[in-house]
């Protein structure tokens, strides 16, 4: 299987129980603190698992596919922030973001447009408020939780303990565009403290903070609340 034979080790929300990044100090699923959590080492990559998936195994644990063909898997996320959240993945294992290059512009391309048509079905159908064209945040983490390039897709409202702090994060996160610009300008992806969009981010973290803010005040004004916490 690709991506067998590595070692991965991470810290175990005992919150949410969601796998994450030794570096974290607070879970990248439900905000909480990683303080004294459980350590998890696993050799073998758990999207990996999810391309081999057969039609029979297709819903484990909560990471239902919802489209595959011969490049792209689109799955609902396993430890999502939100009522609505999924993980669009390559067939091939590519590592992370540092491992592409202007060739896999196309590829990337291809998952955008994957992602993006599967939410906005699923959003219709499952009577989402809100116009499906906004308050959506479509990224990349580096470095990543699974070892296997992944591009989150994430529909506002979240359910962070705090937002401020830890929604969409500069510099782990990287927006979709700015992945895309920086291999047709750099022919590479820069992460960390190479990156030069801080501002652009910052701008972008803001208004999908007020976004968030403000449809948790509509749903609680208007008795929703319960139908967009994550289910």
């Given amino acids: 299987m690709a991506g067998s034979g ?10 949410c129980t969601k796998p ?8 990248s699923g439900c905000g909480g603190s990683l303080e004294g959590a459980a350590i998890s080492v696993k050799h073998s990559c758990a999207f990996c698992d ?10 484990d644990a909560g990471e239902l596919i919802r489209y595959r063909d011969g490049s792209i898997v689109v799955f609902d996320s396993k430890f999502p922030m939100s ?16 491992e592409l290059r202007a060739t896999h512009l196309e590829l990337l391309d291809q998952m ?17 408020l809100w116009d499906a064209s906004e308050g959506i945040y479509f990224g990349y983490n580096y470095p990543p939780s699974v070892p296997h390039l992944h591009l989150y897709i994430v529909v ?21 565009q700015q992945v895309m610009d920086d291999l ?15 501002e652009s981010h910052e701008e972008v973290r803001s208004e999908m903070i007020k976004e968030n803010t403000a449809r948790w005040h509509f749903l609680h004004a208007n008795k929703l609340a319960a139908s967009y916490e994550k289910q």
């Fill in 6 to 15: 590595i070692e991965i080790v991470r810290k175990i929300c005992s919150a």
């Fill in 20 to 27: 994450n990044i030794r570096g974290l100090d607070s879970c």
């Fill in 50 to 59: 999810v391309v081999d998936r057969t039609d029979e195994q297709n819903y």
């Fill in 83 to 98: 009522r609505f959240q999924w993980n669009v993945i390559p067939c091939q294992h590519i590592e992370s973001v540092v």
């Fill in 112 to 128: 955008y447009k994957a992602g993006h048509a599967v939410i906005s079905k699923i959003l219709q159908q499952d009577g989402h």
């Fill in 156 to 176: 506002c409202p979240v359910v962070l303990d705090d937002p401020e702090q830890s929604l969409f994060p500069f510099p782990r996160s990287i927006p979709h």
């Fill in 184 to 198: 047709k300008e750099h022919g590479r992806v820069l992460v960390g403290n190479e990156r030069n969009d801080k």
